[in-house]
Antibody, heavy 120, light 107 residues
């Protein structure tokens, strides 16, 4: 069974930092691209960042470029999102999601999400 | 950036009725269009990928069609558990983009 368990969310002041983690199990982690998707309260889904299975390619939404860094540790089946210079508009539930196939970016498994609240 | 637009914003239907949801991309995404379902308090669930391929475990009443810029998600006969919000997503180009969602509510 595929499981994705996020942690690291919480309340932080504007300008602060947080590091989200996602522990993956039930599949060969290194074979799949991984992604962070967020959802502001009462709003729709927003893609944040993706990383390929081999770690060599990363992509970011313009809204987080230069402030967020995605990374992974394939030896520990873990995905991370380092978030710096946080803004009120970064307040959202952050989902860790698994790519559906090798190198593909549709999302077949989602974690339960971790809430990040940025106070201004 | 490819803008993805969903319509209608809200669809009010009764159980047993047919639901037709639309998703339009601002430029061609070939068939790289994905549909998700989200219920309150839950993470989204993958329904359809690459425009028309049903994900594992998705009932046959859900079907997807379209290519290029215009896509449709059809629910042939609504079950009580199908009342939810549906999102489409293009994976043709970076940045990946989602539509704003269609809420299917009980009439």
């Amino acid at each position: 069974e595929v499981l994705l368990v996020e942690s690291g969310g919480g309340l932080v002041q504007a300008g602060g930092s947080l590091r989200l983690s996602c522990a993956a199990s039930g599949f060969t982690f290194s074979n799949y691209a991984m992604t962070w998707v967020r959802q502001a309260p009462g709003k729709g889904l927003e893609w944040v960042s993706s990383i390929g299975g081999s770690v060599t390619n990363t992509n970011y939404a313009d809204s987080v470029q230069g402030r967020f860094t995605i990374s992974r540790d394939n030896s520990k089946d873990s995905l991370f999102l380092q978030m710096n210079s946080l803004r009120a508009e970064d307040t959202a539930v952050y989902y860790c999601v698994k790519g559906g196939g090798y190198g593909t970016y549709y999302f077949d498994y989602w974690g339960q999400g971790t809430l990040v609240t940025v106070s201004s | 950036e490819i803008v993805v637009t969903q319509s209608p914003a809200t669809l009010s239907l009764s159980p047993g009725e047919r639901a037709t949801l639309s998703c339009r991309a601002s430029q061609s995404v070939n068939n790289y269009l994905v549909w998700y379902q989200q219920k309150p308090g839950q993470a989204p669930r993958l329904l359809i990928y690459d425009a028309s391929s049903r994900a594992t475990g998705i009932p046959a009443r859900f079907s997807g069609s379209g290519s290029g810029t215009d896509f449709t998600l059809t629910i042939s006969s609504l079950e009580p558990e199908d009342f939810a919000v549906y999102y489409c997503q293009q994976r043709r180009n970076w940045p990946l983009t989602f539509g704003g969602g269609t809420r299917v509510e009980i009439k």
